[in-house]
Every structure is written in C-alpha cells, then in structure tokens.
C-alpha cells in the first residue's frame, strides 16, 4: 500500500535554531500534503496544506513565517519550524492525500522537543 | 471551514462489551468520514471510513453509521477487546474542495478492561 516516509522521528533541539521535518511519499505521488500538530492527548490540528509547486495554504493563526513549508517535488514535502521556542514542542505529522484515491496516508510523526 | 465534534472524550467498557462513539460534522458539503486508531505515539491508522452515498458500512467487529440529515455519524465496535484500546478519531473532508483538507475530532480515549 501506500508510503509516506517521515523524518527525523524525533528531534531535540535548542531554543533559537531551525528544525527540518521530510516527508517523502515512496510509492505514489503527493499532489497534497497535510501537516498537522498534535500535542499530548489532544487531536490532530491542521496546520498547512501544501500542493507541489505552489505556494501552501496555512490555517488560521498559524504563522507562515514560522513554519515554513515547501513541496518542490510531487515526493518531497518538508516542514521547517524555524526560531524554534519551547512552545513548539509538540508531535508533527504529515499526511499525503493520494490523486484520485479516497485515501490519506499518514507520516510515522516526528517528536520535536527544544530546550 | 468544517467543525467536527466528538463524543465522549473517554470510555471505558468491559471486555466483551461494544463501545459507541459519536460524531457531528457542520459543512453540509462533507462526503467523507473516515476513523483512525492511534495508539500511544504513533501514527493514524484508518479503521473503516464512509461515503455520503451510504448509511452504514461494517467490517468485522467495527461498523460506522452515516446520518447525513442530521449531520451525524457514528463509530460501533462490538464484542471489544483490550487490543481496542486506543484514541479514536473522526474526521470528514469535502472530497470535491480544492484543497481537500481533513478535520478532525478532538478524539476518544478507549479503554476496554480485560
């Protein structure tokens, strides 16, 4: 079945620097990527949706700035939290909606701690 | 955007027993609704899901029911098991959006005693 391979699975870094979540589809290809937050026993909140070659679409009182997506190939998604603070400790995942399909195919999550 | 509301936060049920979870959605648009499994860090995984053109669908021990009227639908899980434990999700899309995004329900802690 459809692949959607998410890296690093887990991340610690300082307050301050830049993190780099991938999200690669391996077996299809990802005309849109979901990218989700979810914090400790809470639901999945969407963060952005991104389509290959454009520019993506954040939900309300996400900061763009922040959290920068890009989707260069129709495999390659990836989410950078840039400035990381403390506050953005939280479970990332990214979903790929299959073209054509009903499915939607989740990442294996990255836990993003900064110190 | 869709608002999708879920009932109850946590249930707890004795082996054997069936657990029920409910859902409403606000965008009369939706045509898509599917349920996910979670378990404790890690990812999603899709248990049943439904289509605006049906009112029910069961696979196995699991069914899901479709009220499109009301705007409601519903998780069943009969004779549980303590493998059921876990956080239950729905969500619902407008498959024919541009975007297409997921919404989900803030979810359901399951907890079946052996």
């Known amino acids: 079945g459809a692949v959607v391979s998410q890296h690093p699975s887990r991340v610690i870094c300082k307050s301050g620097t830049s993190v780099k979540i991938e999200c690669r589809s391996l077996d299809f290809q990802a005309t849109t990527m979901f990218w989700y937050r979810q914090f400790p026993k809470q639901s999945l909140m969407l963060m952005a949706t991104?389509?290959?070659?454009?520019?993506?679409?954040?939900e309300q009182g996400v900061e763009k700035d922040k959290f920068l997506i890009n989707h260069a190939s129709l495999t390659l998604s990836t989410l950078t939290v840039t400035s990381a603070h403390p506050e953005d400790s939280s479970f990332y995942i990214c979903s790929a909606r299959q073209t054509g399909g009903y499915g939607y195919t989740f990442g294996s999550g990255t836990r993003l701690t900064v110190v | 955007g869709e608002n999708v509301e879920q009932h109850p936060s946590t249930l707890s049920v004795q082996e054997g027993d069936s657990a029920v979870i409910k859902c409403t959605y606000s965008?009369?648009?939706?045509?898509?609704f599917p349920w996910y499994k979670q378990e404790l860090g890690k990812r999603p995984q899709l248990i049943i899901d439904i289509r605006s053109n049906v009112g029910e669908k069961k696979d196995q021990r699991i069914a899901v029911t479709l009220n499109k009227t009301a705007k409601h639908f519903s998780l069943h899980i009969t004779e549980t098991q303590p493998e059921d434990s876990a956080v239950y999700f729905c969500?619902?899309?407008?498959?024919?959006?541009?975007?297409?995004?997921?919404?989900f329900g803030r979810g359901t802690q399951l907890t079946v005693w052996p």
């Open positions: 965008d009369s648009a939706s045509n898509y």
């Open positions: 991104s389509n290959e070659g454009s520019k993506a679409t954040y």
């Open positions: 969500a619902a899309i407008d498959r024919g959006s541009t975007l297409g995004r997921l919404y």
